[in-house]
């Protein structure tokens, strides 16, 4: 059973059978891993469906996917094209933040200052319209020593026209700006595009949302303001979004996420460490019942906010997460070969410094929200790594990799105790936490058998990245 996108009547038969009411987890009885998706309302725009399915959360409600800052593995973050591929992707809705400039125009921007995202600096709040379109927007995550791109900051009304057919907009950050983006939405004829959200005093969401009852309006519930959920009476608000930095957190205990689900959309979020616990993106690339399968099985989420869309939109729709490129062979970067220093590897420093894994040995490993890595990597390592091919072929190499740097490292590849060949250059990912495949250019024909793979950190070459896997795929 997918959990998304089911179409038909042999679907709509099959979820009759399902559980109608919650039960020990938020399972349905359909022998898939998790809650079944409901069948889509087909009429309508993206936008129109988004809008009628935000507003269901009854037990067959479909699992909503919201794209964090925009689809930036594809733009930078919160930029137009961003927007276009988050909708494109699958998202029906993508978050956002609002700020305004010095001449009280609003835009698109995540941080106080435009420095991270932008090649300009200074406050948002310090420039007007006119300044901000003159800034060009960072690729990705931005950072220091990212690309500079051709795009430019987004208004909020550029995007909310952008939107008008295409999903919904949920508004971060502006709550203080709410007017004014209300004004926004209604001058672009988007009211049932614009998501509001904030954690301020339920009084203040009251006469808000009495003022303006078309508006959607979602609440940000943590332990700390858990009473809020009372305060807010039968005027509930249309969804919460629940943070919880511990599984055992008040707000995440079934008791109170079934009744946020009873009146309510649940929205969970898997960026980071965290937010949801230790229910992450990353986590869920390795095992998705360790990331978004407990989101929804575990913790009612019926609306789950990442930085990959791809992959939920393809764990929503197939229960898999596809492997992105396909690799035939797939060797993680912290199952490195046995013997230790010396034999196995040589690293520059004792100890392994996160120890997230083979604790004992000096090849450092991080978690970096979920994703398991060796880190600080530095000039003149190497690692070994044994694996097996079961057909032979020439293998194209590939790897995973993240840093916030340019350059961000140098690396040589050597089979079974060859010359190591050319030196492949890792790029810039504009993050720690953002991993992305890169080729290496490296082909290697290789028996069906036994094999090992040696990685040499040049020397002489700048290196700071993150190693995720190595991946062959045979040409
Ligand atoms: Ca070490
Ligand atoms: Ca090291
Ligand atoms: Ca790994």
Redesign the pocket.
């Known amino acids: 059973m997918t959990r998304k996108r089911t179409f038909g009547l042999i679907t709509a038969a099959l979820l009759t059978f399902s559980a109608g009411a919650l039960g020990d987890t938020y399972a349905q009885a359909d022998g898939g891993p998790s809650a079944a998706k409901g069948p889509a309302a087909l009429s309508g725009t993206p936008a129109e469906r988004a809008y009628r399915d935000f507003k269901d959360h009854g037990p067959r409600a479909k699992i909503l996917t919201a794209a964090h800052r925009a689809q930036w593995r594809k733009a930078p973050e919160n930029s137009v094209p961003a927007f276009l591929a988050a909708f494109k992707d699958g998202a029906e809705i993508v978050e956002t933040d609002v700020r305004s400039t010095k001449d009280g125009q609003l835009v698109l921007m995540h941080d106080e200052t435009v420095d991270r995202t932008t090649n300009g600096t200074g406050k948002v709040s310090d420039l007007t319209l006119a300044q901000i379109k003159e800034l060009r927007l960072k690729q990705g995550l931005g950072g220091a020593q990212a690309a500079v791109t051709d795009e430019r900051v987004p208004t909020l009304a550029e995007i909310m026209k952008l939107a008008k057919n295409r999903g919904l907009v949920n508004l971060d950050k502006g709550w203080p700006l709410r007017e004014q983006m209300y004004q926004v939405l209604a001058d672009t004829g988007t009211v049932r595009n614009g998501l509001f959200k904030s954690d301020a005093p339920v009084d203040q969401v009251r006469d808000f949302r009495r003022k303006h009852p078309e508006a959607l309006y979602m609440h940000l519930v943590q332990d700390g303001n858990i009473g809020s959920i009372d305060e807010f009476g039968d005027e509930q608000p249309l969804g919460y979004e629940v943070v919880f930095d511990s599984a055992q957190d008040a707000v995440a205990r079934k008791p109170v996420i079934d009744r946020l689900r009873s009146t309510g959309r649940v929205w969970v979020n898997s960026m980071w460490n965290g937010l949801a616990d230790h229910y992450t993106d990353e986590a869920s690339l390795i095992d998705p019942t360790r990331g978004w399968g407990a989101l929804v099985d575990t913790f009612g989420a019926t609306v789950i906010q990442t930085d990959n869309v791809g992959n939920l939109e393809s764990w929503l729709r197939t229960g898999h997460v596809p492997q992105q490129p396909r690799a035939d062979i797939r060797i993680q970067a912290e199952d490195f070969a046995r013997g230790g220093e010396g034999v196995a590897y040589h690293?520059?420093?004792k100890g392994n410094?996160e120890s997230v894994a083979r604790i004992n040995e000096?090849?450092?490993i991080c978690d970096l929200n979920g994703a398991v890595a060796?880190?600080?990597?530095?000039g003149g390592?190497w690692i070994d790594y044994a694996f097996t091919v079961s057909k032979s072929g020439t293998y194209k190499v590939g790897a995973r990799v993240s840093s916030p740097y340019a350059p961000a490292g140098t690396y040589r590849l050597s089979f079974d105790g060859g010359e190591p060949d050319r030196a492949v250059q890792v790029l810039n990912t504009t993050g720690h936490s953002a991993f992305f495949d890169q080729p290496s250019g490296v082909s290697q024909y290789l028996e069906a058998g036994s094999h090992r793979l040696r990685i040499h950190l040049d020397e002489s070459a700048y290196q700071n990245f993150n190693l995720d896997y190595l991946d062959l795929v045979r040409g």
């Open positions: 690293d520059a420093d410094r000096d090849v450092d060796v880190c600080w990597i530095r390592e």
